[in-house]
């Protein structure tokens, strides 16, 4: 039977709430009773497993065999050797990212800094990407991003590194829009009226910066004009109502469940793991039949009956067969296609094969598979802390657009809160010298094994050449991988069906881009695994018993 990953949803529960005062919860460890101000107000927050950001569909995680799909290496790489791993659950992009998508993205940068014409040109895909010196393409040049057309195709010409900015900025706007529909920040009416203090307009005329999820969280994004009229009571009982308040109120925490977790590339174990959907061939553990592609069966033409002879995904059939013979086109696309085109696969993710390969995580190396580990396998690390701009009031520091700035992370363990004070005074006094080299807007600058005065000993924040046996002093001189490469999978609309096996893998430079590369979002799951609990059998879980003093 096949999971119908419309069923999770049943599951998932909505933004999660302080528990009620007179559920009379308690502590299980002191007997003190939770969210009651006169007691101190110790908080307990209703537990719940969180919905997913928009556009995503859960994706329960299991073990899977890495590579395993693979049935033959027609490029000799042996970059794909099999593996059984564990992938744990998370939420995935059920279509690639459009035009559509990416032109709201570019919208927002016109209207929030339409002075700078930089970030709005870093923004730009390459729609050059198009030409070829003897093909006649420059209608899509011209066309392909922008017109109404070609608004549900996916994005191409993107870069890994502009992929992962908007990534970074999806996560904001879709925190900030749940935030003011609930009334914690000022509602979009309001803004719109004038009400809003640090607005995206705002940020223009340089009245204020666009909100930021890391600086919301941290504390650092509220005050008048930005708090909303629905904002949470604070039980703190050293909280002050302030303003037009009758109740002392506070932003969300993290704790409160109303902030999603942030747009990502996933990783590669997460996409091809995704990408065979084997949950819909599994019963009881057993998987009943294996995949060369999303689909079952060895073929690329559909079987069943209102449909048969149809191929089944956006690729190449052969040298000079985009699309088959006018008057009966096979994949009905001559480039790509709709995001929405052929049927998803038993997770509900649509065009996992063919269309556009799109971008993972993950930097490439041809024997990632033997050394990463076996749970949640990635290889790309790149340790970073947030820098303080006051260490003393834990305060961010923040570029220019308003997110804070990370630098390599200096240890891999808690520091004492001496070191840790020493250690941001030293990195921020660098920071404000004349000659020092500033990080770009929320750039990390990489220091492998640099030494740490504190710690006394090397430490390397970035693990993507971690356990190399191969010079690093060597890449781009022998060889064409090094640690701007990066993984992309899945077969486009000009790739022939072997790439349209969710194992093999190939990689480009994270700047470079491509008219048959695009991507799509993940997320991290927080939480019980588990999404399809319907039928199956459970171990119950008692409630813990309230103390009674006596």
């Given amino acids: 039977m096949k999971v119908l990953t419309n069923t999770a949803l049943v599951m998932l529960g909505l933004g999660v709430m302080l528990s009620s005062c007179s559920n009379k919860q308690q502590s299980q460890k002191t007997g003190l009773a939770y969210n009651d101000r006169t007691n101190g107000g110790y908080l307990r927050y209703r537990q719940s497993h969180p ?7 859960p994706i329960e995680g299991g073990t899977f065999v890495l590579g395993g799909s693979a049935d033959q290496d027609v490029a000799y790489e042996y970059n794909n050797l099999r593996r059984r791993v564990t992938v744990p659950s998370f939420y995935m992009d059920e279509t690639e990212v459009s035009n559509q998508d990416w032109l709201d993205y570019l919208h927002w940068i016109n209207i929030t800094f339409p002075n700078d014409n930089e970030l709005y040109y870093n923004a730009l895909p390459d729609t050059l990407v198009w030409r070829k010196p003897l093909s006649y393409n420059e209608p899509y040049v011209d066309n392909y991003l922008r017109h109404p057309a070609f608004q549900d195709y996916p994005v191409v010409g993107v870069t890994w590194q502009q992929a992962q900015e ?17 009334g914690n920040l000022v509602t979009w009416k309001d803004q719109a009226k004038g009400q809003g203090g640090a607005t995206a307009q705002g940020a223009a005329n340089g009245t204020g910066t666009p909100f930021n999820t890391d600086m919301y969280l941290n504390g650092q994004y509220q005050g008048q004009g930005i708090d909303g009229k629905k904002m949470i009571t604070d039980l703190n009982p050293n909280a002050t109502a302030t303003g037009n308040n009758k109740r002392a109120v506070r ?13 990502r590339l996933p990783s590669e174990a997460e996409w091809e793991y995704a990408a065979l959907a084997l949950a819909g061939n599994t019963q009881f553990e057993n998987i009943n039949d294996g995949r060369v592609y999303p689909w079952d069966g060895l073929g690329v033409r559909s079987p069943k009956k209102n449909t048969r002879g149809l191929i089944l995904a956006n690729f190449k059939r052969g040298s000079g067969d985009n699309a088959g013979v006018g008057g009966g086109l096979n994949d009905k696309a001559i480039i790509t296609a709709p995001v929405r085109s052929y049927q998803p696969n038993d997770f509900g993710l649509y065009n996992m094969a063919g269309n556009v390969n799109e971008w993972v995580a993950d930097t490439y190396r041809q024997t990632s598979f033997e050394e990463m580990d076996d749970l949640n396998p990635f290889r790309g690390n790149e340790f970073t802390n947030k820098r303080l701009a006051d260490p003393t009031k834990g305060q961010y520091a923040k570029d220019k657009y308003g997110r804070p700035i990370k630098d390599p992370a200096k240890s891999d363990k808690k520091l004492k809160y001496s070191d840790m004070i020493a250690q941001q005074q030293a990195q921020a006094a660098n920071a404000n010298q004349p000659n020092s080299a500033q990080p770009n807007a929320g750039a990390v600058t990489a220091t492998a094994g640099a030494k740490d005065p504190l710690a006394g000993k090397a430490y390397t924040n970035d693990y993507r050449d971690y356990g190399d046996s191969v010079n690093n002093s060597l890449y781009g001189t022998t060889t064409l991988v090094n640690n701007h490469s990066k993984v992309y999978k899945g077969g486009s609309w000009n790739d022939l069906s072997y790439w349209l096996n969710p194992a093999t893998r190939r990689f480009m430079d994270q700047d470079d881009a491509s008219a048959e590369v695009g991507f799509r979002c993940a997320m ?5 695994p588990e999404i399809y609990p319907q039928g199956k059998p459970h171990i119950p879980v008692k409630r813990a018993k309230n103390y009674k003093a006596r």
Avoid: F, S
């Fill in 51 to 57: 919905a997913p950001g928009p556009g995503l569909v």
């Fill in 166 to 182: 908007y990534c970074t900025w999806r996560t904001d706007r879709t925190n900030e829009n749940i935030l003011r529909e609930r």
């Fill in 524 to 528: 991290t799951m927080v939480g019980a």
């Fill in 251 to 263: 932003p969300a925490r993290l704790e409160d469940g109303i902030v999603k977790q942030g747009y």
